[in-house]
């Protein structure tokens, strides 16, 4: 998922890693952003971490959301919330409507089926 949404970003190239703590900071951010203001059920999970390991970062992604829909969401946030875009206004206005369609829809928001699963975990 990690390097589906980086490769989304308008504003750096995908091999370039300054960005890549703020990228995952953000896509968390967007995650309960979906899940708690709007809640929306995510298919699947988001599992990004990174660490040091001899002096290089190493970005591990286990995530298994592969939700082109979701990502696409994801990454217009990462665009709209990282550095100083002069066309937030465009973004915020594109993010809102992808939550708004992902709420009115029944794949996204199934109540039920997340209710067992926080059941049977």
């Known amino acids: ?19 890549d703590a703020q990228i995952i900071a953000e896509i968390r951010a967007c995650a309960l952003d979906l899940t708690r203001t709007a ?7 988001i599992d990004i971490t990174r660490e040091k390991v001899l002096g290089k970062w190493v970005i591990t992604d286990n995530s298994t959301v592969t939700d082109d ?10 665009n709209k919330e990282i550095g100083n875009p002069p066309n937030y206004e465009n973004l915020l206005k594109a993010y809102e409507s992808l939550k708004g369609s992902m709420r009115l829809s ?13 059941t049977t975990e």
């Open 106 to 118: 029944k794949h996204y928001t199934n109540y039920t089926e997340a209710a067992e699963e926080a």
């Open 39 to 45: 809640e929306i059920v995510l298919p699947g999970e």
């Open 69 to 78: 829909y979701v990502i696409k969401a994801i990454a217009t946030w990462c």
């Open 1 to 19: 998922m990690f390097a589906e949404v980086k490769e989304l970003l308008t504003f750096i190239e995908p091999d370039e890693e300054s960005y």
